[in-house]
């Protein structure tokens, strides 16, 4: 039974992740800032007290792992900030660089170790980060950390391919929970994309772009 990590699991797309690889006997360790009551409630392997942007965070989750097997990481844990031009906020442009884009970056780094050939490392980007798709502008520093992400995963690509280790980007959909204001599909529903994307995941076709449905996304 493959070893999952998934961060940002308490809620969102993230819990419903957890709870299906838990449902289906995968071995999952959910890890989040705050544990939720749905998430102490699902029977999981917790570690909490991580926040994705914080190296001597990270540097704990690695510490709580130790030399541990991870064959599959989920990288989850994302904000949303609403900006407009003309009253941009550069500090919260900064935040959402520091969790959506280095957040991913800094924990497959410090996780390295625990990777072997055969695991996987997904990310759960967004296609608003993709330039060739931006059809409406907006959302400045959240398209930015996305499309930093989108780089930063095809990176890990070439840096993790000689040790035989898969990269996903990934798009869940437009997805109803807090980030969204509750707008769009279930979690459920995205949840099963991204995981059936994830099984699909090899060193063929490591270092694609697509949507939870199945489709390629351009850059
Ligand atoms: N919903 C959509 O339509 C949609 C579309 C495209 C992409 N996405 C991406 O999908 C992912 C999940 O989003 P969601 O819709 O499930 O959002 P959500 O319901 O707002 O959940 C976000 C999750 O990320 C965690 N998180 C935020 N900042 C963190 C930090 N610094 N360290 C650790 N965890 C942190 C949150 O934990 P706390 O409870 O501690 O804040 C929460 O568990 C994100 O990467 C998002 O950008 C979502």
Avoid at 32 to 48: K, P, Q, T, Y
Avoid at 74 to 80: E, K, P, T, V
Avoid at 173 to 198: H, P, Q, W, Y
């Amino acid at each position: 039974m493959p070893t999952t990590l998934v961060t940002g699991c308490n809620r969102g797309i993230g819990l419903q992740i957890v709870t299906q690889l838990h449902a289906r006997g995968d071995d999952v360790i959910g890890v989040c800032r705050h544990a939720s009551s749905e998430l102490r409630l699902s029977g999981i392997r917790i570690i909490d007290g991580i926040d994705v942007s914080s190296g001597e965070s990270v540097a704990k989750l690695k510490a709580q792992l130790g030399d541990e097997v991870i064959d599959v990481l989920i990288n989850n844990a994302g904000i949303l900030r609403r900006d407009a031009f003309g009253e941009l906020d550069y500090d919260s442009m900064l935040e959402q660089y520091a969790v959506n884009a280095l957040g991913p970056l800094r924990v497959t780094e410090a996780l390295a170790g625990n990777l072997q050939d055969g695991s996987k490392v997904a990310i759960v980007s967004s296609r608003v980060g993709s330039i060739e798709d931006n059809g409406s502008g907006g959302n400045w520093g959240y398209r930015a950390s996305k499309t930093a992400v989108n780089m930063i995963g095809t990176n890990l690509m070439h840096e993790l391919r000689p040790r035989g280790i898969a990269v996903a980007l990934l798009h869940p959909g437009l997805v109803a929970t807090d980030m969204t204001g509750n707008t769009g599909i279930s979690t459920a529903e995205s949840a099963r994309g991204l995981i059936a994307r994830i099984d699909e995941l090899t060193m063929e076709n490591t270092g694609g772009f697509w949507h939870a449905e199945g489709y390629t996304l351009p850059w």
